[in-house]
C-alpha cells in the first residue's frame, strides 16, 4: 500500500515535471532544424513559473465555468497520467479502468476547455471550441480501433497487462498490424494534442486556430495551468505511444535501480519519437481545416486494417 | 386540484418502484381475471425482467410528476390522461398473455397522443400527433399480426407458453414472427428508419410528457425487443442478433449527426434519444450474438450492458428534458440561437443541465460512461466469435459507439455552451428568472441519481445481471469483484468509478490548495473579453449554433443534404453598404426523401388504384355482393 | 517534404552568436535583466496603432535566425491576456486609439508598454496631421522608447534591455 503511493508519487512527478522539458526539447530541436539556436529546453519551466505571478483578468461575461476549467483540466490529466504505464508496467490506477476511461478523461478535459471557449463570448472562443470537439470527436474511433488491435492480440485490454505480455515479444516492432497501429496512433496523437500539420502550436492567426483559440481569454495561473496540463497531455500521448507500441525497458518490480532504468529507457524512446515529430513538423504545412477529417479518416483506416489483420490472422 | 393528481401520480410511480425492486430481488406475482378481457382474460405476471422496467417506469415517474406539479397551467392541464399514462406504461411490463399486454400498450400510445396534443391550435403539433398516431398504429398492426401469429402457431396467448413451445416451431415461422414483433417494438423505441415520430412528438409535448416518453415509453420497446429476441421464442440463429446490432450501430451515428445539426432544444434531446436506443441495442444485439453462439456469459455481459444503459438513459434524459423545460417556460422559446446567458439567471437549472450533459457525453465518472463502457467491453468479447462476419460487424459496432462517443460530446457543448453561457442573444434570455422549486427538486432528484448511479456499478451490475440471468438460462456471472473494482470478462478488464471520482476530486482540490500555498498574491481583475479592441461587445459577436455546426454540417454533408440560402440586402444608393443578411443552411432527413416520401407517393397511388372500384354505382356494389357471396359458398 | 528540411540542415544554424559583439553583450544582459524580473521569461504582444510596417519588418526580422530573441526567452504572443509587455508601433491614428488602450487594459499586471520607432515616440513623420494623436504616450503610459525610423533589430534588443533596466531602478 506504502509502495504502491510512493510509486503514485514518483509518477505524478516525474509526468508533471517531465512534461514541460519534454515540450521545451520539442521546441529546441524544431528551432535547431531550421537553423535558430531556439530556446532552452528548460525554458517552459521559467514561463509557468512566471505566469503563476501575473494577475488573471477575467471576462465579465464568463462564468463559474472559466475559472473552473483550469482546475478540471488539471484533474483529469494527472488521474490520466496514473493510468499510463509510464515506467512501471502496472501503473498505480490501473485496476480503475483502460484506454477506454483515458480516451474518455481526454474528453472530458476537451468538454470543459470547449465550455470556457464559449463562456467568454467572443467569437475566437467559440470557433476554437466548434472545430476542437469537432477534432476530437472524429479522432475517437481510430485510437479506440488501434487500441483494440493491440488488444485482441494481447488478450486483455488493461493497459498494464498489454505492456508486460508484448514486452517478452522479441519481434514486435515487425509485425505488420502493430505497425499499422503505431501509425494510426501516431496521427491521432498529432490531432488530439494540437500539432501540425493538424493545428500549428505557434500560431498568432486565429482563424487558423484550434486549440489556442480556446485559451485566448486565459490569464496568469488559470493560464498556467492551462499550459501544464496541454504539456502533460502531450507527454502522455508521446508515452502511450512508446510504451504500448515498444515495450521495452518497463519494470515490473518497484526497486529504485530498476525504476531508474525504466525512466533511462523511457526518455530513449520519448527522444527519438520527439525527434521524429520535431522533423515531420518542419517539414509539413498546416493542413486546410476541411483536410483534417480526411486525414483522420485515413488514420481510421489504417487502424481497421491493423484489426482485421490480427483477426484474419487468428 | 394539480397537485392531488400529480401527486398520485407520483405516488403510483413510488408503488411502482418498491415492486419492481421487490421483483428483481427475486419476488413474484401474479393476478388473474379471466372475465375482464376476452382471449385469455387480465393475466399480469411479474418476474424479474418485467420488474426491472417496472422500476425504471416508476423512477422516472416521481421526478416528472414533482415536475409537472409547478409546471404552467396551459401545459399541466391533461393531469387525468398523464395519470393514465403512467398506470398504462406499469401494465406493459406486468401483462402476461396477448390481449393485456396489446390493451395496456394501445392504452399507453392513445393517452400519450393526448398529452402530445397539448397545444391543439398550432399546425405543427397536430401535424407531430398525427404522425406519432400513424407511425405507433403500424408498429401496433405489426405487434398483433406477430402476437396472434405466435398464439396460432402455439396454441395460446399466453407468454410463459410460448417460452415452451418455441423451440418446438418451424424456423421459418419463428423468425416470421421474429421481423413482426421486432418491427412493432422497434418502432416505439424509434429506431432508425422507424423513428420520424420522435423528433416531432417530443418538443410538441410538454416537457414532463417528454421525459417520460424519452427515458420510459421508447425504453418499453427495448423491453419488447429483449423478451422477442432472448426470452419468449427461445434462442434464435445468429441474424437476428446482427440485425438488432446494425440497427443499433446506425441508430446511434445517425441519431446524433441528426442532433448536432438541431437548434430547437428539446428536437435535439429527442435525437439523442434515438442515439442512446441505439446503444442500448447494440448491447442487446450483442447479448443475442453471443447466445445464438453459444456464451452465455458473454450475452449476460452484452445484457447487462443494454440494461444499465436503459436505467442511465432514463435518469439522465429525464434530467435534460425537464431543465429545457425550465428554459423554454423562462425564455418563451425552443430555439437555441434566442437563448444564452442563462447560467448567471437560472444557476440551479445549468448546473443540473451541466450534470446531465456530462452524464449524456458519457463522461467519467457519471452514470453513462460507466454503462458505454460496459457496452464496449461486450462489444469487444467479439475474439471469442470465430465468424470473420460476425467480428467484421462487431469491429463496426465498435467504431460507430467510439464516433457516438465522441459527437454526443460535441453536441452537449453545443447545447449547453449556447444556451447557458456568454451572453444573451434576445430580451427573452436576459429576462429569464430561475425555476420553481418544485422543478429544481425534480432536477436535483435526477442529478443526484446520475452521480449515484455513476459511482455505484459495483451494486448495480450484479442486480443487473441477476435480472439478465433470469432471461437466460445456464449464464454465470461474468463480473465479479468487490465493493470498489468491478472486474468483468474473466479479468479481461477492470472499472473502478469510485476510485475516479476520488482520484479526480483530490486532483481538483490539491493543485488549487497548492497554488493559495505557493505564490500569495491572488490578484483577479474583471474586465471585458478580448475583443482585438473592438468598440462593441455584443450577443452578436457570439457564436451561434448553426456556426457551431458547420464543422459537421461539412463532414457529413451525406445525412444532411444541406442548401444554403443567403439573402442579402443592399442599401439603395450603394451596393458598398449592406443593409441586412439573412443566412440559411436547412438540412432535410435523408429518411423522409429517400424512404417516407416515395413510400407515402406509392400509398397514395395504390389508394388511388383502388379507389376505382368506388364507382358509386349501387348496381356494381350488389355485384360485388352477389360474387363475394358465390365465393364463400364455394370456398367453404 | 524533405527539401525545405535538407536546405536548412545544410546551411545550420545560423543564429549571429557574436558576430557583432555588439548584439550577443547586449543579448546576455537582456537575458539577465529579464531573469530578474521576469524569471527568464519575457512574452510580448505587438500592437500596431497606424503604423506604415516598417516597425513591423524589424520586429518580424528579431524572430528570425539570424537575430533569433528566443533564445533569451523573448517569445511573441497573440493575445495582451498572455503578455507581459506591448510593442507598439506606430503614430496612434485616432481610429487606433481606443482600441489600443482597451489592448493595454486587457494586459494582465505587471506589464510595461515601449513605443518603437519616431512615429512612436512623438508622431514621427506624421506628427501635427490631423488623423493621428502624435505619440503612444498620448493613450497608455510609456515605459521606454526605442527611436529609429525604423529602428534596427540591434537598436531594438537595446531598447528591450533599456526599458527592463528602467523598471528595476
Redesign the interface.
Known amino acids: 500500500m506504502i509502495v504502491e503511493a510512493g510509486v503514485a508519487i514518483v509518477q505524478l512527478m516525474v509526468v508533471g515535471l517531465g512534461a514541460p522539458l519534454l515540450l521545451g526539447m520539442l521546441r529546441t530541436v524544431k528551432a535547431r532544424l531550421v537553423g535558430r539556436r531556439g530556446p532552452r529546453p528548460w525554458q517552459p519551466y521559467a514561463d509557468l513559473w512566471k505566469l503563476l505571478g501575473k494577475e488573471v483578468v477575467v471576462s465579465t461575461t464568463s462564468s463559474w465555468v472559466f475559472r473552473a476549467t483550469p482546475y478540471v483540466l488539471v484533474a483529469t490529466v494527472l488521474v490520466a497520467a496514473l493510468i499510463v504505464p509510464v515506467f512501471v508496467a502496472h501503473p498505480p490506477l490501473a485496476f480503475a479502468g483502460n484506454i477506454i476511461l483515458l480516451v474518455y478523461l481526454f474528453m472530458l478535459a476537451t468538454f470543459f476547455l470547449a465550455l470556457a471557449g464559449l463562456d467568454a463570448g467572443s467569437a475566437f472562443g467559440g470557433m476554437g471550441a466548434s472545430r476542437e470537439v469537432a477534432v476530437a470527436a472524429l479522432a475517437e474511433p481510430t485510437i479506440i480501433v488501434a487500441v483494440f488491435a493491440l488488444a485482441l492480440r494481447a488478450d486483455t485490454i488493461d493497459l498494464g497487462r498489454v505492456v508486460e505480455r508484448f514486452g517478452h515479444e522479441p519481434w514486435l516492432a515487425a509485425n505488420p498490424a502493430h505497425l499499422l497501429a503505431f501509425a494510426a496512433f501516431f496521427i491521432v496523437m498529432l490531432a488530439e494534442t494540437g500539432r501540425l500539420p493538424v493545428d500549428n502550436p505557434a500560431t498568432h492567426l486565429e482563424l487558423t486556430m484550434i486549440h489556442e483559440a480556446m485559451v485566448l481569454e486565459y490569464s496568469g495561473r488559470y493560464l498556467a495551468l492551462v499550459e501544464w496540463a496541454g504539456a502533460i497531455k502531450f507527454f502522455l500521448f508521446m508515452t502511450l505511444l512508446a510504451n504500448l507500441f515498444f515495450p521495452w525497458g518497463l519494470t515490473s518490480s518497484v526497486g529504485p535501480g530498476a525504476m531508474l532504468l525504466a525512466l533511462v529507457a523511457l526518455g530513449g524512446k520519448l527522444a527519438v519519437l520527439t525527434g521524429a515529430v520535431a522533423v515531420l513538423e518542419t517539414s509539413v504545412a498546416k493542413l486546410r481545416l476541411f483536410r483534417v477529417p480526411e486525414l483522420l479518416a485515413g488514420s481510421f483506416a489504417l487502424a481497421f486494417l491493423s484489426l482485421m489483420a490480427v483477426i484474419l490472422v487468428q | 386540484m394539480n397537485g392531488l393528481v400529480y401527486g398520485l401520480a407520483a405516488f403510483v410511480g413510488i408503488v411502482a418502484t418498491a415492486l419492481g425492486c421487490y421483483g428483481m430481488v427475486g419476488g413474484t406475482g401474479a393476478v388473474r381475471l379471466a372475465w375482464l378481457v376476452p382471449l385469455g382474460g387480465l393475466d399480469l405476471t411479474l418476474d424479474s425482467l418485467g420488474a426491472f422496467f417496472l422500476a425504471l417506469i416508476g423512477f422516472a415517474a416521481v421526478p416528472t410528476s414533482i415536475y409537472a406539479m409547478a409546471a404552467p397551467p396551459d401545459e399541466s392541464k391533461a393531469r387525468f390522461t398523464f395519470l393514465g399514462f403512467v398506470l398504462s406504461m406499469c401494465l406493459v411490463p406486468l401483462a402476461a398473455n396477448t390481449m393485456t399486454f396489446v390493451i395496456a400498450w394501445e392504452l399507453m400510445s392513445i393517452t400519450s397522443y393526448f398529452l402530445v396534443l397539448q397545444d391543439r391550435e398550432s399546425r405543427s403539433s397536430v401535424y407531430a400527433g398525427w404522425v406519432y398516431a400513424v407511425m405507433t398504429h403500424a408498429g401496433l398492426a405489426c405487434l398483433l399480426a406477430g402476437m396472434l401469429l405466435l398464439g396460432a402457431w402455439t396454441g395460446s396467448p399466453r407468454f410463459e407458453d410460448w417460452r415452451a413451445a418455441a423451440p418446438a416451431l418451424a424456423s421459418g415461422a419463428r423468425s416470421g414472427a421474429f421481423i413482426l414483433l421486432a418491427l412493432g417494438f422497434a418502432g416505439k423505441a424509434g429506431v432508425i428508419p422507424l423513428h420520424v415520430w420522435l423528433p416531432l412528438a417530443h418538443p410538441a409535448a410538454p416537457s414532463h410528457v417528454s421525459a417520460l416518453m424519452s427515458g420510459v415509453m421508447i425504453k418499453l420497446g427495448v423491453y419488447g425487443l429483449a423478451r422477442v429476441s432472448l426470452d419468449w421464442l427461445g434462442i434464435g440463429p445468429a441474424w437476428w442478433g446482427l440485425t438488432i446490432l446494425i440497427a443499433g450501430a446506425a441508430s446511434s451515428v445517425i441519431g446524433v449527426l441528426y442532433a448536432l445539426v438541431d437548434h430547437d432544444l428539446k428536437r435535439l434531446l429527442a435525437f439523442h434519444s434515438i442515439e442512446n436506443v441505439g446503444i442500448i441495442l447494440l448491447g442487446l444485439g450483442s447479448s443475442v450474438v453471443f447466445q445464438a453462439a453459444g456464451q452465455p456469459t458473454l450475452a449476460l455481459l452484452g445484457l447487462t450492458a443494454a440494461l444499465y444503459h436503459t436505467v442511465n438513459h432514463a435518469a439522465f434524459k429525464a434530467l435534460l428534458f425537464l431543465g429545457a423545460g425550465a428554459v423554454v417556460h423562462a425564455t418563451g422559446t425552443r430555439n437555441m440561437e434566442a437563448m444564452g446567458g442563462l447560467i448567471k439567471r437560472m444557476p440551479w437549472t445549468a448546473a443540473c443541465f451541466l450534470v446531465g450533459s456530462a452524464a449524456i457525453a458519457a463522461l467519467p465518472p457519471l452514470n453513462g460512461f460507466v454503462s458505454e463502457w460496459l457496452t464496449f467491453v461486450a462489444l469487444f468479447q467479439n475474439r471469442h466469435l470465430s465468424s470473420i462476419g460476425l467480428n467484421l460487424v462487431f469491429v463496426l459496432g465498435i467504431a460507430s459507439l467510439a464516433l457516438t462517443g465522441g459527437l454526443a460530446m460535441a453536441c452537449f457543448v453545443k447545447a449547453f455552451g449556447i444556451t447557458f453561457l456568454a451572453l444573451p442573444r434576445s430580451d427573452a434570455a436576459a429576462s429569464a428568472v430561475e425555476a420553481p422549486v418544485a422543478t429544481r427538486l425534480a432536477m436535483v432528484m435526477l442529478a443526484a441519481a446520475c452521480v449515484g448511479l455513476g459511482l455505484g456499478p459495483t451494486v448495480i451490475v450484479p442486480a443487473l445481471g441477476a435480472v439478465g440471468a433470469s432471461v437466460l438460462e445456464r449464464a454465470a456471472p461474468a463480473m465479479v469483484g468487490d465493493w470498489l473494482t468491478l472486474e468483468v470478462a474473466g479479468g479481461y478488464a477492470s472499472l473502478s468509478a469510485l476510485a475516479i471520482a476520488i482520484a479526480l476530486g483530490a486532483a481538483f482540490i490539491v493543485p488549487m490548495a497548492a497554488l493559495r500555498l505557493v505564490r500569495a498574491p491572488h490578484r483577479t481583475r474583471d474586465y471585458e473579453t478580448w475583443g482585438c479592441g473592438r468598440i462593441v461587445q455584443t450577443a452578436r459577436m457570439e457564436y451561434t449554433a448553426t456556426a457551431f455546426a458547420s464543422p459537421f454540417k461539412r463532414v457529413f454533408d451525406f445525412f444532411y443534404r444541406t442548401t444554403t440560402r443567403l439573402d442579402i440586402e443592399f442599401h439603395p444608393q450603394s451596393r458598398f453598404f449592406v443593409q441586412r443578411i439573412e443566412y440559411e443552411n436547412h438540412t432535410s432527413s435523408i429518411f423522409h426523401d429517400w424512404l417516407y416520401r416515395p413510400a407515402l407517393e406509392l400509398l397514395r397511388a395504390g389508394a388511388r388504384a383502388a379507389g376505382g372500384l368506388q364507382s358509386g354505382s349501387a348496381n356494381l356494389y350488389l355485384a360485388y355482393i352477389l360474387a363475394a357471396l358465390l365465393l364463400m359458398l364455394v370456398l367453404t | 517534404?524533405?527539401r525545405?528540411?535538407r536546405t536548412?540542415?545544410r546551411?545550420?544554424?545560423?543564429?549571429e552568436?557574436a558576430a557583432a559583439r555588439e548584439i550577443e553583450r547586449i543579448g546576455e544582459r537582456l537575458a539577465s535583466e529579464i531573469a530578474r524580473l521576469?524569471?527568464?521569461?519575457l512574452?510580448i504582444r505587438q500592437v500596431d496603432a497606424g503604423s506604415c510596417n516598417g516597425c513591423e519588418l524589424e520586429i518580424g526580422g528579431l524572430t528570425a535566425?539570424h537575430y533569433?530573441v528566443?533564445?533569451f526567452?523573448v517569445?511573441?504572443?497573440?493575445?495582451?491576456?498572455?503578455a507581459?509587455c506591448l510593442l507598439v508601433t506606430g503614430p496612434v491614428t485616432r481610429n487606433?486609439a481606443?482600441?489600443?488602450r482597451?489592448?493595454w487594459?486587457?494586459?494582465?499586471?505587471?506589464k510595461f508598454v515601449i513605443a518603437v520607432g519616431d512615429c512612436g515616440r512623438d508622431g514621427g513623420v506624421f506628427r501635427g496631421s490631423y488623423a493621428v494623436l502624435g505619440g503612444v504616450a498620448e493613450v497608455v503610459p510609456v515605459d521606454a522608447v526605442i527611436p529609429g525610423c525604423p529602428p534596427s533589430p540591434a537598436a531594438l534588443l537595446a531598447g528591450l534591455l533599456d526599458a527592463i533596466g528602467r523598471q528595476r531602478r
Open positions: 517534404m524533405f525545405q528540411l536548412a540542415l546551411a545550420g544554424i545560423v543564429t552568436p521576469f524569471g527568464r521569461s512574452a535566425p533569433d528566443e533564445r526567452g517569445h511573441f504572443v497573440a493575445s495582451p491576456r498572455h507581459d487606433m481606443e482600441a489600443l482597451r489592448t487594459e486587457a494586459t494582465p499586471d505587471p
